[in-house]
């Protein structure tokens, strides 16, 4: 399994980034997939799932009506698209595979994460 994300970055509160994360090593089109971040010294949690044909979405509470997964199958890549960046969302995001109810991460290998940082 590998999952590479990318798309980080410094921006301002109020503004937007697109997240990628390009999946191989395992069926991606058949497993829902999802987002987790970490910020520095808490445990990493829960951001949004997607389910295997984008038909179930999922997203935490703190991140709903601002963040947007989507996925293509056919490039096995998955994408959270954040707007009303706000500071508390600054974090290293991860991908994984999820399950869509429990939002729980499948595989316990991650990557090497994206650093998302917002401040003025």
């Known amino acids: 399994v590998q999952l590479v994300e990318s798309g980080g970055g410094l921006v301002q509160p109020g503004q937007s980034l697109r997240l990628s994360c390009a999946a191989s090593g395992f069926t991606f089109s058949s497993n829902s997939m999802g987002w987790f971040r970490q910020a520095p010294g808490k445990e990493r949690e829960f951001v949004a799932a997607?389910?295997?044909?984008?038909?179930?979405?999922s997203y935490a509470d703190s991140v709903k009506g601002r963040f947007t997964i989507s996925r293509d199958n056919a490039q096995n890549t998955v994408y959270l698209k954040m707007n009303s960046l706000k500071p508390e969302d600054t974090a290293v995001y991860y991908c994984?595979?999820?399950?869509?109810?429990?939002?729980?991460?499948?595989?316990?290998?991650w990557g090497q994460g994206t650093q998302v940082t917002v401040s003025s």
């Open positions: 994984n595979a999820a399950a869509i109810k429990t939002t729980a991460a499948i595989f316990r290998s």
């Open positions: 997607i389910s295997w044909n984008g038909g179930i979405r």
